[in-house]
Structures are given as C-alpha cells and as structure tokens.
C-alpha cells in the first residue's frame, strides 16, 4: 500500500512537472502546451484511484473482523458486548460502501456531463461578478450534495445509532443542526472564498501569499475561540460545579504544574449517548471540555486521567505543533496552486470555455488527491505517537490502571472496533487502535 501512495505521488510530480516544462511566458499560466482533455482524464484517474483504494481498505478492515472474541480482549468486551461492536461496525461500513459509490457515481456524471460548467453557467445568468458567481456556485455545491447526503445522515442516525442504543437526536434539532450548519458555512466558507478571490483579484501570481496569511490568522483564531463562539450554536456549556470531580481535578493540575481555571460540562447527551472530553485553546483561552456523558459513567479517577491524557497534549505541544505543521501545509497548497491559478486550461478541464479561478479550484484540488493522500498519511502517524506520549503523560503523572480502565470503558461505551486491519489504521487512524494503547501503558508499569 506504502507503493500505491509513491507511485500516485510520482505521478503527480511528473504530471506537474510536464506542465511546468511546457510553460512559456505569458499571462496565462505555464499549461499551454497541455491538452485539457488530457487534464480531464487525470482527474477522473486520481478519483478512480482514490475510490477503489478506499474501497480496498474497507473491504481489508471489513474482512478483519471476526465473530469469536479474541483472547487479548477478554479484558475489555465480553462475549456479548463484543458480537454487539461487530454488528454496529459492519452496519456501518455497509452504509458507508453505499453512500460512497453513490458518491462516486455522482461526481463521475457531473465530469462526464460537464456538470460543473452548467452550474458555472447558472452563477454567470445572474451576475458577471466573479466573486458572487463563485459564491453562487458553490452553494449550488453545497445544498444538492448536502441535500442528497440527508437520506445517509438520517439512516446513520435514526437507524443504525437508534438501534444501538447511541441516538439521543430527534427531528427538530436534526432541521435545526443543518439550518445553523448552512448560516456557519454561508458566513464563515463563504467570506473566506469571498476574501481569498478579492484577493487574486488583486494581486494575481502573488495571492498565495496573502490567501495564506489570511487562513493562517483565522486557523489561530479558531483555535482560540472555538469553544466560546462556535460550540454555544450547538451545545450549552457550564462550569464544572465545585464537588469532588472538580478538587480532583485542580488538585492534579496544581501537581502536573498546569494552571486550568476553565473547567466546562458540555451536553453531548442531547445528541448521543457516546463519551468524549477535548482540549481547546491556548493561554488563557485553554480549557477542558467534558461531555456529561463521560461524567455520568466514569468514576472520578478515570475522569481525571482523561483530562491528564488531554493536557499531556498541551503540555507536549502537540496542538501547537500541529497547527503550525497545518500553516505550513496551507502555505504550501496555496503556493502550488498559484503556479497554475491563471491556466485556463485547469477551467476547460471542466467543461468550461473561459478561465475561473473557483473551476481551476475544483481541478486542482482533484489533481492534488495523492500529495493530499500523503499528507493524511503523515499528519496521521504523527497523530498517533502523539497519542502514546500523551498516554504516557497521563500514565506516569497520574495512574497508568485509571487511564487504562477508562479506555476500555470508553471503547465499549462507544462499541469501538478492536481489531481494525493494519493498513486501515495506517491510512485512517489519528488515535492508535485501543489494544496498542492498553499494551503501551503496561510497559509504563
């Protein structure tokens, strides 16, 4: 599999360096001597490609799977618990087989019937502006695809989480969870896409620098802010009341030298019945989020090794690192794409006669499958030793057997996967199966 990504990374490079090579001076961009039909082709070989590889890996974790429980999980599923997170994962994946190749099927109509410059000619019936025709489009985008996606959410939900005991949801906050989706994604994609095309307006060759800085700044922003300005539209949350959890908790933030003063109880139970706790922010910014559903099940001690695993992440660096790994990679995508930006040859590509920087957007983000494959692939194994070393943290600054415990607690609360295939781990993975994770903290001891 460690191939399949070299070789669409080869191909990427000799792709792009064909294109570099014919370049010749002149205003519109360094793809003159490439044929966009050869483009087109490209792009429908990297989304085929990138369909069957995740099919391959689906089938892989599908097939791993087995119905008698193994012997090294004795300790974390029973018999019956276990049979139960077989069904809920193959459930699942079955959903996800169907709503992917629909989604396959899908973008392949759209490329082959030109599907992209019909709602580029819708944008431009409206407005020669190529900001409001941008926006136009990819709203367009957005609510078919989000329209068509509905009948998989509602199956996922009101059926496959319904009937493993996880779905908290009804109708009305379903309608109104999408309504707020569509307002955040209209106000924060949308100005976003608005100031970064104003910008190439502007500056042309040289956008790449301020669209980075802009992204760069918002990134931060989030990251500052998310838990105070975006979370309320969703979920309601409260100081943690003083009681024992919290002494618990300042008590061992006071010994692992981390000053938390922003302790939060968010109510994930009104969606579901599932556990989390995360960390968000930095300086005074930082706090601890815990689901209710995490306080209602756990006992103190494995709450608190929880919250030692999140802030051996701070402690670590391991947000902040990789946020500005993030930067860079934004920067990096940014500069790429301001190679070709003003090739019309990325918009006829797509059906599209004349040049557009949101059709050369779409194109390029396909093209850029496997260097984006890469990437995952990377960010990914550099998530999971994150893990280990904020296990480790937590592990031996607090109790190796309450963070052990509350992972396995944890793992059947949430009828995780414990026997994912390798290479599915390899590709998917930000957190390390929980068995590696258990096996990891015992060395600890």
Known sequence: MKKLSIIMIIIFIFFASTMLSASVTSSTGPLLAIEPRFIFFVVVAFLVFDFLLEQLLDYLNYRNMKPDLPEE?????DEEKYKQSQQYEKSRSKLGFIKSTFSFVLIMAVLFLDGFAIIDNIGRSYTAHPVLVAL???GII??????LSIPFQIYSIFVIEEK???????????VWDKIKGYILTALIGGGLLSLIIYIY??????FWIYAWILVTVFSVFITMFYSTLIVPIFNKQTPLPDGELRQAIEQ????AGFKLDNIFEIDGSRRSTKANAYFSGFGIKKRIVLFDTLIKEMSVDEIV?????EIGHYRKKHVLVSLLIGIVQTGLIFYIFSVFAQSPQLSEALGVSHHSFHIALITFGILF???NLVLGIGMNIFSRKNEYQADYFAGSTYSTEALASALKKLSVKNLSNLTPHPLYVFFHYSHPPVLKRLQALNSIK
């Open 73 to 77: 999980l004795q300790s974390v599923y």
């Open 136 to 138: 136009i489009f990819f």
């Open 142 to 147: 957005y609510v078919v695809s989000d329209i």
């Open 164 to 174: 493993f005991g996880f779905n908290k949801m009804d109708a009305k906050l379903f």
């Open 201 to 206: 307006m502007l500056t042309a060759g040289n």
């Open 252 to 255: 061992y933030s006071a010994k």
């Open 305 to 309: 090794a929880v919250l030692a695993h």
């Open 369 to 371: 499958t496997p260097i």
